[in-house]
């Protein structure tokens, strides 16, 4: 028999280490999965091992697999760092190992998830009367409330979807905008709606649906509708103009969902605010907190305005399941029954940046994706193709798809930082991010010599 306590000096003093040298460690994995799978690899062992040997043999074996994405040169996708109170709230959760699925196996967490459900409406300037689903990620959070905009079209037309599915139903007509996320396909195909039947309404340069375009595509059908818009593009950082699509959503009786996983957080910056004007009139909402606001993955909010829609879509019902009445059964607003209490590390992380804190953190970033976009603006027929207008830098060097894509290789092989290439209007294009707490403008100005260095190794023109 093992102590209870055994293994956790071992990985709390690693712990330490690890985040000690996270400023400096390569931000590249030094071995793909090869590597990782011949040092922890093999057969099952027949014996059991002691808790610390497990601990000792996996931090070993990871090692040269481990990407320092938690740490301030991570610029690829949008990833996200980790708070010291979220990261020690995430220790917690797994150390009281709640099951958050009813009150009655947890009322501690069921009250963490209603303060910080409050909080985050707060912050983000969302209706207080709205309900909050503690999920996994933006792809839970999309198609939690995307089930809740499925449930409320088709009860206004007399479809009970919960019971009846969607075969016979009456069509429900899904329009996205052309940039939407690729997870709001995910989700509608997981819903039985299709990726491929959703109209997809033109955007502009920078990824934003055309509200008129939208407008005219309502009023040429009608019957339920659902319409996806999106607050933070994943590559550009543009919001849609929520002012004229709630408009256009409540003059055709349609729900309007908005993919905010993480620009919705500008709404807690006054620097940012204005770009989530209108957001608040919309009837459901998708936001991450393990992309900017820095807790460990994974946690994400699946918000939806009217509670009754959100809890017909998602609530779990069986007759073994005593609820205590008036009190949050956590199951109820998310796909999971059995969960982690997912709520206490975005409750540390609120908690301990305050109000003030999270409107620096957004801002900071933003200004970094600025100051970013300025000095790689500068090497020579660099193109910066985005409006800067949040945490988001596009950059095209000269040369052709091939030039950037060595770029790309190039600036991951030095590891001074990490970003990743997308494809934009057909080119392959560069992609830098910034959400994480830990960056600072000197680590903006490091990774930009980097870049520049690789931009330069990689022209044609040398
Ligand atoms: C990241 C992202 C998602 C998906 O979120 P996950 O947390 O990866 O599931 C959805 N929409 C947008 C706009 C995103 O940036």
């Given at each position: 028999?093992?102590?209870?306590?055994?293994?956790?000096?071992?990985?709390?003093?690693?712990?330490?280490?690890?985040?000690?040298?996270?400023?400096?460690?390569?931000?590249?994995?030094?071995?793909?999965?090869?590597?990782?799978?011949?040092?922890?690899?093999?057969?099952?062992?027949?014996?059991?091992?002691?808790?610390?040997?497990?601990?000792?043999?996996?931090?070993?074996?990871?090692?040269?697999?481990?990407?320092?994405?938690?740490?301030?040169?991570?610029?690829?996708?949008?990833?996200?760092?980790?708070?010291?109170?979220?990261?020690?709230?995430?220790?917690?959760?797994?150390?009281?190992?709640?099951?958050a699925?009813?009150?009655?196996?947890?009322?501690?967490a069921a009250a963490i998830e209603d303060i910080t459900a409050a909080w985050i409406l707060d912050v983000l300037?969302l209706p207080t009367s709205a309900s909050v689903g503690f999920v996994?990620?933006?792809?839970?959070?999309?198609?939690?409330?995307?089930?809740?905009?499925?449930?409320?079209?088709?009860?206004?037309?007399?479809?009970?979807?919960?019971?009846?599915?969607?075969?016979?139903?009456?069509?429900?007509?899904?329009?996205?905008?052309?940039?939407?996320?690729?997870?709001?396909?995910?989700?509608?195909?997981?819903?039985?709606?299709?990726?491929?039947?959703?109209?997809?309404?033109?955007?502009?340069?920078?990824?934003?649906?055309?509200?008129?375009?939208?407008?005219?595509?309502?009023?040429?059908?009608?019957?339920?509708?659902?319409?996806?818009?999106?607050?933070?593009?994943?590559?550009?950082?543009?919001?849609?103009?929520?002012?004229?699509?709630?408009?256009?959503?409540?003059?055709?009786?349609?729900?309007?969902?908005?993919?905010?996983?993480?620009?919705?957080?500008?709404?807690?910056?006054?620097?940012?605010?204005?770009?989530?004007?209108?957001?608040?009139?919309?009837?459901?909402w998708?936001v991450?907190a393990?992309?900017?606001?820095?807790?460990?993955?994974?946690a994400a909010m699946a918000i939806v305005?009217?509670p009754?829609?959100h809890?017909?879509?998602?609530?779990?019902?069986?007759?073994?399941?005593?609820?205590?009445?008036?009190?949050r059964?956590s199951?109820n607003f998310v796909?999971?029954?059995?969960?982690?209490?997912r709520a206490i590390?975005v409750y540390?992380?609120l908690?301990?940046?305050?109000?003030?804190?999270?409107?620096?953190?957004?801002?900071?970033?933003?200004?970094?994706?600025?100051?970013?976009?300025?000095?790689?603006?500068?090497?020579?027929?660099?193109?910066?193709?985005?409006?800067?207008?949040?945490?988001?830098?596009?950059?095209?060097?000269?040369?052709?798809?091939?030039?950037?894509?060595?770029?790309?290789?190039?600036?991951?092989?030095?590891?001074?930082?990490?970003?990743?290439?997308?494809?934009?209007?057909?080119?392959?294009?560069?992609?830098?991010?910034?959400?994480?707490?830990?960056?600072?403008?000197?680590?903006?100005?490091?990774?930009?010599?980097?870049?520049?260095?690789?931009?330069?190794?990689?022209?044609?023109?040398?």
């Amino acid at each position: 028999m093992s102590d209870r306590r055994d293994g956790l000096t071992a990985a709390a003093e690693y712990a330490h280490t690890y985040l000690a040298g996270l400023d400096d460690r390569p931000v590249a994995a030094r071995a793909d999965a090869t590597a990782v799978l011949e040092r922890l690899g093999g057969p099952l062992p027949e014996h059991g091992e002691h808790p610390d040997t497990v601990v000792t043999a996996l931090v070993d074996g990871v090692e040269p697999g481990l990407v320092a994405s938690a740490g301030p040169r991570h610029f690829g996708f949008v990833i996200g760092g980790v708070l010291p109170a979220a990261l020690a709230a995430d220790w917690l959760v797994s150390t009281w190992d709640q099951c958050a699925a009813f009150h009655s196996l947890s009322p501690a967490a069921a009250a963490i998830e209603d303060i910080t459900a409050a909080w985050i409406l707060d912050v983000l300037g969302l209706p207080t009367s709205a309900s909050v689903g503690f999920v996994t990620g933006g792809q839970g959070a999309n198609t939690t409330c995307l089930a809740a905009a499925r449930h409320a079209v088709l009860s206004a037309v007399g479809w009970d979807v919960e019971r009846d599915g969607l075969i016979g139903a009456p069509p429900v007509r899904i329009l996205c905008g052309a940039q939407a996320h690729v997870t709001i396909d995910t989700a509608l195909r997981l819903l039985g709606l299709g990726a491929a039947t959703a109209i997809r309404v033109p955007a502009d340069r920078q990824g934003r649906m055309n509200p008129q375009a939208l407008q005219e595509i309502l009023a040429s059908g009608s019957g339920p509708a659902i319409v996806c818009a999106q607050a933070g593009n994943v590559s550009t950082g543009a919001f849609d103009d929520f002012g004229p699509i709630a408009d256009a959503c409540a003059d055709h009786g349609a729900w309007l969902h908005i993919d905010g996983a993480f620009g919705l957080w500008a709404a807690a910056a006054p620097g940012t605010r204005h770009l989530t004007r209108g957001a608040e009139r919309a009837d459901s909402w998708a936001v991450d907190a393990h992309k900017w606001l820095n807790v460990p993955y994974d946690a994400a909010m699946a918000i939806v305005a009217d509670p009754q829609a959100h809890l017909a879509a998602m609530s779990l019902a069986g007759p073994y399941l005593v609820a205590d009445p008036g009190q949050r059964d956590s199951t109820n607003f998310v796909p999971e029954s059995s969960r982690r209490a997912r709520a206490i590390p975005v409750y540390a992380a609120l908690r301990s940046l305050g109000r003030s804190g999270l409107a620096d953190l957004v801002e900071r970033n933003c200004a970094q994706a600025r100051r970013m976009a300025h000095r790689l603006g500068a090497i020579p027929g660099a193109e910066v193709l985005n409006d800067v207008v949040l945490n988001q830098v596009l950059l095209r060097l000269p040369g052709g798809d091939d030039v950037n894509r060595a770029a790309v290789a190039a600036v991951q092989h030095d590891g001074t930082c990490w970003l990743g290439g997308t494809t934009w209007h057909g080119d392959y294009v560069i992609r830098v991010s910034f959400s994480n707490w830990a960056t600072t403008d000197e680590d903006v100005d490091r990774s930009a010599d980097a870049i520049t260095a690789a931009a330069r190794a990689v022209s044609p023109t040398g």
